[in-house]
């Protein structure tokens, strides 16, 4: 792989930054549909990662990833904790079975996409976190040929923010948003967002370093 866990600080901070950054709209977006605690939950998760960065800096990926998601497990809280514990867990999980090149990690990816789903019983287009993670994963797999890294990065970062966009005039059936029903449509999700942020924070990143 091109990459290697010795950037986990650097794309920690980055995660830490972004959702620092949009905290406040998070929130509102959060108090529309949900119950305002996301940010709390995340950055509680986040916190915990900063102080284990250099620690999983010496890692290689598998078990970086599992440690990420062991963290995130327990110390997060909230139907987003188990979903993003999952994702990790999983990508680690299937690393096992998969080699660290591009096609093995869009099979890596959407293994833990599915994992996610399963976890929380729901499926894309249920206004939920899974409406970025879902297409994200697809384009991965989708751009699995294209030989220009960056290339491929930049349309992973289109597809959240598409996906992430999608989620606005959806009806949730998933999470507290679903006791609202048609009520909560028009408000984008809570969690779709930090994903999409989280992900685009993480590929700036990364093409700084391409
Ligand atoms: P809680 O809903 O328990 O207060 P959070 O506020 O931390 O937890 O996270 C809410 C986010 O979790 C939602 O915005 C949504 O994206 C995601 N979510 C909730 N339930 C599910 C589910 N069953 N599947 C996928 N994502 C979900
Ligand atoms: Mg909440």
Excluded: C
């Excluded at 901070?13 to 950054?21: H, L």
């Amino acid at each position: 792989m091109t990459y290697s866990a010795s950037l986990l600080p650097d794309l920690i901070k980055a995660v830490a930054d972004t959702i620092e950054a949009n905290a406040d709209e998070v929130t509102a977006l959060d108090q529309a549909i949900g119950d305002g605690d996301h940010v709390i939950n995340l950055q509680r998760g986040i916190t915990a990662l900063l102080s284990q960065a250099e620690e999983l800096s010496l890692l290689d990926w598998p078990g970086a990833w599992q440690k990420i998601g062991m963290t995130l497990m327990s110390t997060m809280g909230g139907a987003s904790g188990s979903l993003f514990g999952t994702l990790f867990i999983a990508m680690s999980k299937a690393s096992h079975q998969h080699a660290l090149d591009r096609q093995g990690f869009a099979e890596i990816v959407n293994e833990a996409v599915n994992a996610v789903k399963k976890r929380g019983r729901a499926e894309a287009g249920e206004k939920t976190m899974l409406d970025v993670l879902v297409p994200v994963a697809e384009a991965l797999t989708a751009a699995s040929a294209v030989t220009d890294l960056s290339e491929v990065l930049k349309k992973l970062v289109e597809a959240a923010e598409t996906g992430v966009e999608s989620t606005r005039d959806m009806i949730a059936t998933k999470g507290r948003a679903s006791f609202l029903e048609e009520r909560s449509r028009g408000h984008i999700d809570a969690g779709a967002k930090t994903s999409q942020l989280m992900i685009s924070a993480v590929i700036d990143q990364l093409l700084k370093v391409a």
